[in-house]
C-alpha cells in the first residue's frame, strides 16, 4: 500500500479513537506500569541495608535474573528529548562512568548467588553505542566476572541502538559479546521531522544497518518511531512508516511524544507550533493502526507492534506474555537488577530507583555505599495490584474470580476502588466488564497503561 493510498483511502483502524474527546479524557502520558508501584511513589525512607537484605531474600527464590545497565551518555542531543542522559562529545568521558559501574557490581554482586542465570540483560540509555568496541568488551567482561552472563541460546540480550553511532563492525561485535536482540532508534524518517527535532540520520544508515543485522541473523530487531513530533503530517508519518514496514523488523514501537517542556529541557527548543495538534496526531495515529494491522503486524499493547510469528506474539496468545523494568517480554517474569544512573530494580519484595543525577550516583559510590536512593517494601497489596495490571497489560484482559484464588480473597471486593475508577473507561469503551472479568476492546490497547492506572492505590 503507497502512503498516498494510506492516508486517503485507509481502512478504518480504531473508530473510536477518532473521537478526540476520548484521548483527552484519558490521556496517552503517565506511567508506563512496565512495574508497579511506578517509581513516582518510591520513598527515600530506604536504606542500602533495606537493598542488600532484598538481594540476599532473592536468592531463596532462585529465580533467574534480569539485568539492565544504563549508559546514560549521548554524543547528539535531540530536542524531543525525555531521557536520563549525559551530553559528551569524547568517549573517554565513559571511563570513570564504567569503574563506578564496576563498583556498583561488585557491592551488589557480593549479595547474590552466583549461580543464578542471567536469562535476561538490556543496555539502554542514553545512547548505548556511544562506547567504542573496547568500552563495550570490557563491560560485558565485568558483566560475566560478577554475574557470570549465559550462554544459552534461549537467553535474551538486548541493546538500543543509535544507527548514527553503529556501523556493520559494531554489529558484528555486539553478536559476539551475546547480543542476540536489537532495538533500532529511527523516530521519523522525514529530514524536514530531523531538523526539528535536531536528528539527522539519513534513511540509508538505518537501512545498512538492518540488512546487516538481517543478514548477522540477530535474532529478533526492533524499531522505534514517534508520533506527534514537530513537522510531523499524517502524509509525513505514513511515508516514514511505509519505508519502515518495507525493511519487515520483527517489532515496531510507535511511542506518542508528549510536549513537557517545563520537566525536560531539551524540548524547550522545540516550536511548539510547529506540533501537529490533536486532531492531527489522533489521524496520524489511525493511519499508522491501519497501515501497520494490514502489514501483518499485531498490537501487542500501547505503542508496540508485532510480527504474527514474533515470540511476543504467539506468547501473548497464549496467556504467557509478562511485563517488566525491561517492558514486554516472551520469557516468564524474574527478578530485575539496574545497573547505572537512575536504573529501577525489583527483587526480593522490594523496588527500588539509583539518583538520576550522575553526579549523586558517583558520589555514592565513592563513598564505598550502594548507589540506591529511593525504595520501597511491596505490600501484599501492591503484590496484588501488580499482578492485576501485568495480566491486564499482557492479555488485554483479566480475570478477577483467578486473581482473588491466587490471592486468597475477593478480588473482586479489593480492589473496588479500581473498578469504579475504570467506569469512565468503560462509558468510553476501552474496557468491558463481564461479571468478573474484564476485558480490553482494541482501542483500550492503545491506551491499556491509563486502565492500568486505576488499579494504582499509590498515585498521588
Ligand atoms: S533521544 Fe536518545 S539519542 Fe537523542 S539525546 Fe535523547 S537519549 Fe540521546
Redesign the pocket.
Known amino acids: 500500500m503507497s502512503a498516498r493510498a494510506a492516508v486517503d483511502d485507509r481502512p478504518r483502524g480504531t473508530a473510536l479513537l477518532r473521537d478526540a474527546g476520548v484521548l483527552r479524557r484519558h490521556g496517552v502520558g503517565g506511567p508506563r506500569y512496565s512495574s508497579y508501584p511506578s517509581a513516582d511513589s518510591f520513598s527515600t525512607a530506604f536504606s542500602d541495608g533495606d537493598f542488600t537484605a532484598a538481594l540476599e531474600r532473592s536468592n531463596a527464590g532462585g529465580q533467574d535474573l534480569s539485568l539492565y545497565v544504563h549508559v546514560?551518555?549521548?554524543?547528539?542531543?535531540?530536542h524531543?528529548?525525555?531521557?536520563?542522559?549525559v551530553?559528551a562529545e569524547s568517549t573517554r568521558r565513559a571511563e570513570p562512568y564504567l569503574s563506578r559501574l564496576d563498583r556498583e557490581m561488585v557491592l551488589v554482586s557480593r549479595h547474590l548467588d552466583r549461580s543464578r542465570e542471567i536469562t535476561q540483560l538490556h543496555w539502554g540509555?542514553?545512547?548505548p553505542t556511544f562506547l567504542i568496541l573496547d568500552q563495550m568488551s570490557d563491560l560485558i567482561d565485568r558483566l560475566d566476572a560478577r554475574f557470570g552472563l549465559s550462554g544459552s541460546r534461549h537467553r535474551d540480550y538486548s541493546i538500543?541502538v543509535?544507527p548514527?553511532d553503529a556501523d556493520v563492525f559494531t554489529l558484528r561485535h555486539l553478536q559476539a559479546l551475546g547480543f542476540n536482540r536489537l532495538s533500532l532508534?529511527v523516530?521519523d524518517l522525514d529530514p524536514r521531522v530531523q531538523r526539528a527535532?535536531?536528528?539527522h540520520q539519513p534513511r540509508v544508515l538505518t537501512e545498512q544497518l538492518i540488512d546487516e543485522a538481517h543478514r548477522l541473523g540477530f535474532r529478533s530487531l526492533g524499531l522505534e518511531l514517534v508520533y506527534g513530533l514537530p513537522g510531523q503530517t499524517r502524509e509525513s508519518l505514513a511515508e516514514t512508516l511505509e519505508q519502515v514496514i518495507a525493511m519487515v523488523p520483527a517489532r515496531l514501537s510507535l511511542f506518542p511524544y508528549e510536549h513537557r517542556p517545563e520537566r525536560y529541557a531539551?524540548q524547550r527548543r522545540i516550536r511548539t507550533e510547529e506540533l501537529p495538534p490533536p486532531g492531527e496526531r489522533l489521524t496520524m495515529l489511525d493511519t499508522a493502526l491501519a497501515m501497520l494491522a494490514e502489514a501483518g503486524y499485531v498490537h501487542i499493547g500501547m505503542e508496540l507492534f508485532a510480527r504474527r510469528e514474533d515470540p511476543l506474539t504467539t506468547a501473548q496468545a497464549r496467556g504467557q506474555l509478562s511485563r517488566s523494568l525491561n517492558g514486554y517480554s516472551a520469557l516468564a517474569p524474574v527478578d530485575h537488577l539496574g545497573l547505572g544512573v537512575g536504573a529501577l530494580s525489583r527483587l526480593g519484595g522490594i523496588a527500588a530507583r539509583n539518583p538520576v543525577s550522575l553526579a549523586d550516583y558517583e558520589a555514592r559510590l565513592d563513598a564505598g555505599r550502594l548507589p540506591v536512593e529511593r525504595g520501597l517494601r511491596l505490600t501484599e497489596d501492591d503484590r496484588l495490584r501488580a499482578r492485576a495490571i501485568e495480566r491486564l497489560m499482557c492479555d488485554m484482559r483479566l480475570d478477577l474470580a483467578v486473581l482473588g484464588q491466587q490471592f486468597d480473597l475477593d478480588a473482586g471486593v479489593h480492589l473496588e476502588d479500581a473498578l469504579a475508577r475504570l467506569a469512565p473507561a468503560e462509558r468510553d469503551g476501552l474496557v468491558r466488564r463481564h461479571g468478573q472479568r474484564l476485558e480490553v476492546t482494541p482501542a483500550g490497547r492503545l491506551l491499556v497503561h491509563r486502565l492500568a492506572a486505576a488499579f494504582d492505590a499509590r498515585a498521588t
Do not use: E, V, Y
Not at 80 to 85: M, S
Open positions: 546514560p551518555f549521548c554524543r547528539h542531543s535531540c524531543h528529548c525525555a531521557c536520563t542522559r551530553s540509555g542514553g545512547t538500543k543509535d548514527r532508534s523516530l527535532i535536531n536528528r531539551a
